[in-house]
Nanobody, 122 residues
Framework: QVQLVESGGGLVQAGGSLRLSCTAS????????AEWYRQAPGKEREMVAT?????????SVADSVKGRFAISIDSARHTVYLQMDNLKPEDAAVYYC??????????????WGQGTQVTVSS
């Protein structure tokens, strides 16, 4: 079984920064793809960033956060980061990590973390 644990959320003033972390744990596993989603009250969950881990690491962020958010991965620590700069009140949401993880026992599957709250005050 794979567990994803997010951390790093909190309250920040508009214009501030936060770095979210998502750490995967299991035995004998590899992260293939990792994604960050967010969901604000009354809105649908939306993807904000994704990173593909292969021979070349390919990050991508949504247009709504381009230039402010960046996704990265530390494969040795099995941790994916979302650096969020110049935060705006509209960035406030619960942020979720999702990852496609391969394990020797179960093959490749997607898993979700429990979410971490980001609040931005104006």
């Amino acid at each position: 079984q794979v567990q994803l644990v997010e951390s790093g959320g909190g309250l920040v003033q508009a214009g501030g920064s936060l770095r979210l972390s998502c750490t995967a744990s299991s035995s004998d596993f590899l992260i293939n793809i990792a994604e960050w989603y967010r969901q604000a009250p009354g809105k649908e969950r939306e993807m904000v960033a994704t990173i593909a881990v292969a021979s070349v690491i390919i990050p991508s962020v949504a247009d709504s956060v381009k230039g402010r958010f960046a996704i990265s991965i530390d494969s040795a620590r099995h941790t994916v980061y979302l650096q969020m700069d110049n935060l705006k009140p509209e960035d406030a949401a619960v942020y979720y990590c999702r990852a496609n993880v391969w394990t020797r026992s179960t093959g490749s599957s997607y898993y979700w973390g429990q979410g971490t709250q980001v609040t931005v005050s104006s």
